[in-house]
């Protein structure tokens, strides 16, 4: 009998508490791939959904231009999946909703993404690719990080790099697509890659570790993913820890120590020991109020001099100085006065000589330009 019960006790199937917590025949099935995204048939849902959802989003001025010529485009890729779209010109604004002809229940969340990044100057050829079942998107608001804007233009510049370089290598290790545009970050790609592009941007704006350190870490991240031995161990002990060398300490005040004294300081006159060496302390209340009215003239009258000066030495005009040119044309009209008068004086000597005998005027002029040797022997003696 007790070999019985025991057999029946092993046969007997184990109780579950929940409803549906059961057994299931795929549960431990190896040819399965639990992690595999099926591709919607619209099979599963042919009488379409119960109620209409839609969704509406804004769009800065400078897009408009762009999304009229693309909007046909939009339109024909979501009449694929049965989903309805407007754009509306005059309130600036996107909506896209379901139809009847819509099965597949989260296709509208996939068009609500769409018309996200459309507004956040996405172009159309990436961001139609979010329809996709293995695309995903996230939009990352960094206006709010910063205060300062010249701070804030910085550290976004930190994010693309010389020539995007920086941007450009985080998308090959993340394998996301990334758009910096105006106040928000724009990626798509897979969950893991969004995650790790979240955490480098806010890392950045909060100037909590440089892109360029969390690309170091990925790369390193990558070559270690290759080693199936370090597949289930901790990888912080091979990845670098970075410090951050440019923390600004505070400085530390240091006071002047006083020569010690064993006499306390003289004691300060109050006020009324004031007033009663000036004597204002004796005068009445009127004479008191009279002599603050007329102090408060003094410094008024004080001050409108002093901005009436400062107004009239706007339009004082400033000394000149002597122009080097005066004193040039000066010098060469005297030179020519000069020389006008020297050539009267031989004139009239050539004159005089010609009557007395015949002699050439160019040798003459020529030679009298020369000095003489008997002027420059007497000035030597």
Same mark, same amino acid.
């Given at each position: 009998?007790?070999?019985?019960?025991?057999?029946?006790?092993?046969?007997?199937?184990?109780?579950?508490?929940?409803?549906?917590?059961?057994?299931? #025949?795929?549960?431990?099935?190896?040819?399965?791939?639990?992690?595999?995204?099926?591709?919607?048939?619209?099979?599963?849902?042919?009488?379409?959904?119960?109620?209409?959802?839609?969704?509406?989003?804004?769009?800065?001025?400078?897009?408009?231009?762009?999304?009229?010529?693309?909007?046909?485009?939009?339109?024909?890729?979501?009449?694929?999946?049965?989903?309805?779209?407007?754009?509306?010109?005059?309130?600036?604004?996107?909506?896209?909703?379901?139809?009847?002809?819509?099965?597949?229940?989260?296709?509208?969340?996939?068009?609500?993404?769409? +018309?996200?990044?459309?507004?956040?100057?996405? &172009?159309?050829?990436?961001?139609?690719? +979010?329809?996709?079942?293995?695309?995903? $998107?996230?939009? @990352?608001?960094?206006?709010?990080?910063?205060?300062?804007?010249?701070?804030?233009?910085?550290?976004?510049?930190?994010?693309?790099? &010389?020539?995007?370089?920086?941007?450009?290598?985080?998308?090959? /290790?993340?394998?996301?697509?990334?758009?910096?545009?105006?106040?928000?970050?724009?990626?798509?790609?897979?969950?893991?890659?969004?995650?790790?592009?979240?955490?480098?941007?806010?890392? $950045?704006?909060?100037?909590?570790?440089?892109?360029?350190?969390?690309?170091?870490? /990925?790369?390193?991240?990558?070559?270690?993913?290759?080693? #199936?031995?370090?597949?289930?161990?901790?990888?912080?002990?091979?990845?670098?820890?970075?410090?951050? !060398?440019?923390?600004?300490?505070?400085?530390?005040?240091?006071?002047?120590?006083?020569?010690?004294?064993?006499?306390? *300081?003289?004691?300060?006159?109050? !006020? @009324?020991?004031?007033?009663?060496?000036?004597?204002?302390?004796?005068?009445?209340?009127?004479?008191?109020?009279?002599?603050?009215?007329?102090?408060?003239?003094?410094?008024?009258?004080?001050?409108?001099?002093?901005?009436?000066?400062?107004?009239?030495?706007?339009?004082?005009? *400033?000394?000149?100085?002597?122009?080097?040119?005066?004193?040039?044309?000066?010098?060469?009209?005297?030179?020519?006065?000069?020389?006008?008068?020297? /050539?009267?004086? !031989?004139?009239?000597?050539?004159?005089?000589?010609?009557?007395?005998?015949? @002699?050439?005027?160019?040798?003459?002029?020529?030679?009298?330009?020369? *000095?003489?040797?008997?002027?420059?022997?007497?000035?030597?003696?």
């Amino acid at each position: 009998m007790e070999q019985d019960n025991d057999v029946w006790q092993e046969q007997k199937p184990k109780r579950h508490k929940g409803k549906h917590d059961k057994p299931k #025949p795929w549960d431990e099935d190896p040819n399965i791939d639990r992690w595999k995204i099926e591709k919607f048939d619209p099979s599963w849902n042919e009488s379409g959904l119960v109620a209409e959802s839609s969704f509406s989003t804004l769009f800065p001025a400078y897009r408009e231009k762009y999304l009229q010529t693309y909007w046909e485009k939009v339109k024909d890729a979501l009449k694929v999946y049965g989903i309805a779209c407007e754009l509306d010109l005059v309130k600036g604004s996107m909506t896209v909703s379901t139809t009847l002809k819509t099965r597949d229940p989260y296709i509208i969340i996939k068009a609500r993404d769409l +018309i996200k990044l459309l507004s956040r100057s996405v &172009p159309y050829e990436k961001a139609v690719t +979010i329809l996709e079942d293995e695309m995903q $998107c996230d939009i @990352i608001k960094i206006g709010n990080l910063v205060r300062r804007k010249e701070r804030f233009v910085k550290r976004r510049q930190h994010l693309l790099g &010389p020539n995007s370089s920086t941007l450009k290598a985080l998308e090959i /290790l993340t394998g996301c697509y990334i758009l910096v545009e105006g106040n928000t970050v724009s990626a798509m790609g897979s969950f893991k890659g969004l995650k790790q592009v979240r955490k480098i941007v806010e890392d $950045c704006m909060l100037n909590k570790m440089h892109p360029v350190y969390h690309i170091k870490v /990925l790369m390193m991240k990558k070559e270690l993913e290759k080693d #199936p031995a370090l597949a289930h161990e901790n990888w912080d002990r091979f990845l670098p820890k970075f410090k951050k !060398k440019n923390v600004q300490q505070k400085k530390v005040m240091t006071k002047e120590k006083k020569e010690y004294t064993p006499f306390p *300081p003289p004691q300060q006159p109050s !006020k @009324i020991d004031e007033q009663l060496a000036s004597g204002e302390y004796f005068l009445s209340q009127k004479k008191k109020t009279t002599k603050k009215w007329q102090d408060k003239q003094e410094k008024q009258a004080q001050k409108t001099a002093e901005n009436k000066r400062k107004r009239e030495a706007a339009f004082i005009a *400033p000394e000149e100085e002597a122009r080097n040119q005066d004193t040039r044309s000066e010098n060469e009209n005297n030179d020519v006065a000069v020389m006008a008068m020297s /050539l009267k004086k !031989k004139a009239k000597e050539f004159g005089k000589q010609k009557l007395g005998e015949n @002699i050439n005027a160019e040798s003459y002029i020529a030679a009298a330009g020369e *000095p003489s040797m008997k002027k420059s022997k007497r000035t030597v003696s």
